[in-house]
């Protein structure tokens, strides 16, 4: 697992939106990139952080951050959990795992004691030239915009 720390070039990546159009990092040079890792879409935790990350967006929006959501769900799932919650931000289809496994989220987990392969919860951000400014390992999903709007106050 890649164990990638606040100062590194991000990885690049390829994937689509829950609108079918391909997304690159590249694509998202020149502007602070909120990138957030989730499980899986309309889950109990993986909803109260869209919900949050989606009420906090205009005052992240005028911090210049952009919001970009990954997770191993499809193109049409992702489109349903943006219509059903009114996300007003990107989600990438991350069906093969490989933008999840760039960033060292695709891990081992365990649930009544059994394993298996899944998404480590986990945001990223990425400045505007490309290099990781701050990571969350420890999201509190209900209030996860804030969590990053106060990291940059202290």
């Given at each position: 697992m890649?164990?990638l720390q606040?100062?590194?070039m991000?990885p690049?990546?390829?994937?689509?939106?829950?609108?079918?159009e391909?997304?690159?990092?590249?694509?998202?040079?020149?502007?602070?990139t909120?990138?957030?890792?989730?499980?899986?879409?309309n889950?109990s935790?993986?909803?109260?952080?869209a919900k949050?990350?989606?009420?906090g967006k205009?005052?992240?929006?005028r911090?210049?951050?952009?919001?970009?959501?990954?997770s191993?769900?499809?193109?049409?799932?992702h489109?349903?959990?943006c219509?059903k919650?009114?996300?007003?931000?990107?989600?990438l289809?991350?069906?093969?795992h490989?933008?999840?496994?760039?960033?060292?989220v695709?891990?081992?987990?365990?649930?009544?004691?059994?394993?298996?392969?899944?998404?480590?919860?986990?945001?990223?951000?990425?400045?505007?030239?490309?290099?990781i400014?701050?990571?969350f390992?420890?999201?509190?999903?209900?209030?996860?915009y804030?969590?990053?709007?106060?990291s940059?106050?202290?």
């Amino acid at each position: 697992m890649t164990q990638l720390q606040v100062g590194d070039m991000a990885p690049d990546f390829k994937s689509t939106t829950q609108d079918g159009e391909q997304l690159t990092l590249a694509d998202l040079r020149g502007q602070r990139t909120i990138l957030y890792f989730y499980p899986k879409d309309n889950t109990s935790g993986c909803t109260l952080e869209a919900k949050s990350l989606r009420d906090g967006k205009a005052e992240l929006t005028r911090m210049g951050f952009r919001i970009v959501g990954v997770s191993p769900d499809s193109e049409k799932s992702h489109r349903n959990f943006c219509d059903k919650h009114e996300l007003n931000f990107t989600l990438l289809a991350d069906t093969d795992h490989s933008v999840c496994e760039a960033y060292g989220v695709w891990a081992e987990k365990s649930m009544y004691g059994r394993k298996y392969m899944g998404v480590l919860r986990t945001t990223f951000v990425i400045d505007a030239e490309g290099r990781i400014e701050k990571i969350f390992t420890k999201v509190d999903t209900k209030n996860h915009y804030q969590q990053i709007i106060d990291s940059y106050k202290q």
